[in-house]
Every structure is written in structure tokens, then in C-alpha cells.
């Protein structure tokens, strides 16, 4: 694995993106219950598809009891348009129930109490412990990131485990949480998966990917606007 200078990265990427982060969609922001319950609708979805659902689904279910005791059609028929619709709408429902039941009505903050819940892996954790609670546990590793992050160099691996390894043994703990933040702003504008726009990457003087490639390839697979 080539060594970067990690943390100069991050920040070249804080500095393109930091207005984009203050004004993206608010399915990070809110109560660590809402954060919780959004994070899990959010797979396999977009941010934006999410936060269009937001307010009818918490007008319905304001709280973990509200959830807990819900009907599987009516969630289904708020949350419809997010796909896996079935499987979310069990997934959030027992999630709530079991928060009751077992957690005093309150989302855990530590990554193993998490997992327990349905429909939550540590990418899903991760992201709840740094939204919810400013908890820097890990590195949520989502499709942005796995690609983006091999590119750079940062890591050789395609194993989500082993590339969350690599990236908290490069980066200081503090910027762990935002790191995902940052890939995936920097993925959806610049470092897509068919035609990276490295013309425009603010960090193509770090980046094996462009590096091997040269700036001609750059020239031929970025899209014509």
C-alpha cells in the first residue's frame, strides 16, 4: 500500500467540501432516535430520497414508543418510495421494540449494543455513533468510500473490514466520522464510479489512481459539459 500523507488529504477535501456538508440533507442531523431510524432506511438509497420521507414518517412516529407499536402497512406506505421497503419497514419497527424492551427507550452509544439491533451493521453504527453522539468509533465504509479510498491508495483491499483497518491505522482518530462524510460529497461530485472528473480533484497530486493514469486519461474519460 503506497503511504499518503492521509491527514493532508482530508483536509484538501474539508476545503472543497465543508459549505456542501453544512447545507446537505438532514438525515445525519436530528435526535440520536431519528438518526438511528434513517440511518437504517438510507441503504441502498440516496440521502435526498430519505429526507423527502423525513417529516411524514416522525409526524406519524414521533418517538420510540409510537414506532414500536406501529403497523408494518403504514410504515410501508410512508417509506414506499426508498425501496426494500418491506424488509426497512421490519427492520425499523423492531428496532423500536427492542430499544423499548431492552435499552429504557434509548438508542446504546457504544458499537456492540448497537449491532444488536435489527437492520444494523457497523457501517450503520458508525454513522450513528458520530451523528448522534460525536462518537469516533470507526470509519463507515460505504461504496464512495471503498472505491475512492483504493484509488487514492489508501488502502488495497475490497474487504469493507480490512479498508476500515487500514484507514483508522493512517488517520487520527478525530477525523474518522467525517472522513466518511467527506468521501462520499467528493464521490457524488468528482471521483465517480464510470468517469472520474480528476481535472477537478483537489487532491489528483496525492492520488495513486490519477498518478498511473497521467492527466491525459483524465482528459479522455471526464464528461463533456
Known amino acids: ?6 491527514e493532508k488529504v482530508l483536509k484538501l477535501l474539508l476545503a472543497r467540501y465543508r459549505v456542501q456538508l453544512d447545507s446537505r440533507p438532514s438525515t445525519g ?53 426508498l425501496g426494500f421497503y418491506h424488509v426497512k419497514a421490519l427492520y425499523i419497527i423492531a428496532t423500536a421494540r427492542l430499544l423499548l424492551e431492552e435499552f429504557n427507550s434509548k ?3 457504544t458499537m456492540d449494543m448497537l449491532l444488536t439491533l435489527p437492520g444494523v451493521g457497523r457501517k450503520t ?27 487514492i491508495g489508501l488502502t488495497d483491499s475490497s474487504n469493507p473490514v480490512t479498508i476500515e483497518r487500514d484507514l483508522m491505522e493512517v488517520l487520527p482518530r478525530k477525523w474518522w466520522g467525517l472522513l466518511t462524510d467527506l468521501l462520499i460529497a467528493h464521490g457524488r461530485a468528482c471521483c465517480t464510479a464510470r468517469k472520474p472528473r480528476c481535472e477537478l480533484c483537489p487532491i489528483s497530486a496525492h492520488c495513486r489512481y490519477y498518478r ?14
Do not use: C, W
Not at 500500500?1 to 492521509?6: G, K
Not at 431510524?37 to 430520497?49: E, K, N, P
Not at 454513522?127 to 484509488?151: C, M, P, Q, S, W
Not at 498511473?212 to 459539459?225: N, V
Open 212 to 225: 498511473e493514469r497521467g492527466s491525459g486519461h483524465s482528459t479522455a474519460t471526464s464528461p463533456s459539459r
Open 107 to 109: 438508542v446504546p452509544e
Open 29 to 81: 442531523r436530528g435526535s440520536p432516535f431519528e438518526i438511528l431510524i434513517l440511518t437504517i432506511l438510507s441503504a441502498q438509497t440516496t440521502d435526498q430520497a430519505v429526507d423527502r420521507i423525513r417529516d411524514t414518517l416522525f409526524a406519524r412516529f414521533p418517538d420510540i414508543v409510537a414506532l414500536a407499536r406501529a403497523r408494518g402497512d403504514e410504515v410501508e406506505t410512508i417509506i414506499h418510495s
Open 125 to 151: 453504527a458508525n454513522i450513528v455513533l458520530y451523528h448522534a453522539f460525536g462518537k469516533n468509533e470507526g470509519v463507515a465504509i460505504d461504496t464512495h468510500v471503498k472505491r475512492i479510498v483504493k484509488r
Open 1 to 6: 500500500m503506497h503511504t499518503l500523507p492521509a
